[in-house]
């Protein structure tokens, strides 16, 4: 019972990593419009940024914002489908341009989280109610499925081809899945269905 619970503690912890807040640097802001420190919040909420970075993503901000009146402007009143692709992808590139790759995939992970969570305990419940799991598997299963979620996200969104981005995310799957299988003894196939290996043991939790 006890590796449950630190089992569980692991799962929060990585939760609650990518979500912790940052307070912004209102001195160095104080310069810009309140919707633009709105949007450098947005970020920091996931990453630590120190003033200077804050700075250059409230000065990309407003050159976002310019552009997307601009671009209402020159629609009539409305935002095309290409302008706001547009303006997505100027988000994109000013963040690349910003942020190191750590801090990146550390927003990502951010944006990302909840979503993620939530189809791994959807799988986690699926596979349970249909193979009559235990409570540690379904606990195992949430946690590989939940981090298979995350970084795939997060992969394809940062990888620089999608054929890079397809081999990782293979490889990412075949490590968290190796874990379901060495911790409590079930095997979850490609095709989602579930083969016993062999009976929970508990003692597989402990280090040797």
Not at 37 to 54: M, N, P, S, W
Not at 119 to 142: C, H, P, S
């Amino acid at each position: 019972m006890k590796n449950i619970y630190i089992f569980a503690a692991i799962l929060f912890s990585c939760i609650c990593g990518s979500v912790s807040a940052q307070t912004l640097d209102v001195v160095a802001l104080k310069s810009f419009p309140p919707s633009v420190v709105r949007e450098v919040f947005e970020i920091a909420r996931y990453v630590k940024l120190d003033g200077d970075t804050q700075i250059a993503l409230a000065e990309a901000f407003e050159n976002e914002d310019a552009a997307f009146v601009k671009a209402v402007e020159a629609d009539g009143g409305i935002l095309s489908v290409k302008a706001t692709r547009r303006l997505a992808k100027m988000r994109e590139r000013a963040l690349a341009d910003i942020l190191s790759d750590e801090q990146l995939q550390q927003y990502y992970r951010g944006i990302f989280d909840a979503e993620a969570l939530a189809e791994g305990n959807a799988v986690a419940d699926k596979l349970r109610k249909k193979y009559k799991l235990t409570d540690q598997n379904w606990k195992f299963i949430r946690i590989a499925f939940y981090k298979i979620g995350l970084e795939s996200r997060v992969i394809n969104k940062l990888a620089a081809s999608p054929a890079e981005a397809k081999k990782k995310i293979a490889a990412l799957r075949k490590e968290q899945l190796a874990t379901i299988e060495e911790k409590g003894g079930i095997r979850v196939n490609d095709d989602m269905t579930v083969t016993v290996v062999r009976p929970f043991d508990p003692n597989t939790l402990h280090k040797e």
